[in-house]
């Protein structure tokens, strides 16, 4: 996956931001980062994130043409969600992967998905551990 230095460094800041957008109005959240200096690269990846790989989604932006965070940012929330939505199943993990598989090509970047998929199963029993421990918190 070509990602830059700087889009590494600002995985974790625009996945935060991303999940945040969730809870307002996108367009609220959007022209609010907007305005602080610095965040020019997290606001696009943000709005590209809502892009679909095969270019069915509202920008009809397709492929490469979505930032590389735009298309790492919804493979992760997906992941995040179904997670959350699974935990009570037999193979949380497995089903979580099969279903972002299923997406492949259409609403998520198949390299994306491929780099994903071999590191949640690289660190399997960590990333179940971190989900029963967030679980346990709620």
């Given at each position: 996956?070509d990602i830059t230095a700087v889009e590494r ?130």
């Open positions: 996956l460094e600002l995985l974790p800041v625009a996945s935060v931001l991303h999940a945040l957008a969730f809870l307002v109005p996108e367009h609220d959240a959007v022209k609010f980062l907007e305005g602080i200096p610095g965040l020019e690269l997290v606001v696009a990846s943000i709005r590209d994130a809502r892009a679909r790989f095969n270019g069915t989604g509202p920008q009809g932006k397709r492929g490469k043409e979505i930032s590389v965070l735009g298309r790492v940012l919804p493979v992760v929330s997906q992941f995040d969600r179904l997670m959350a939505s699974l935990q009570h199943e037999a193979e949380p993990i497995t089903q979580a992967l099969g279903a972002l598989d299923s997406e492949r090509g259409a609403w998520f970047d198949p390299e994306v998905v491929e780099v994903f998929e071999q590191m949640v199963r690289s660190c399997q029993d960590a990333v179940a551990q971190l989900y029963r421990k967030e679980e346990a918190q709620r």
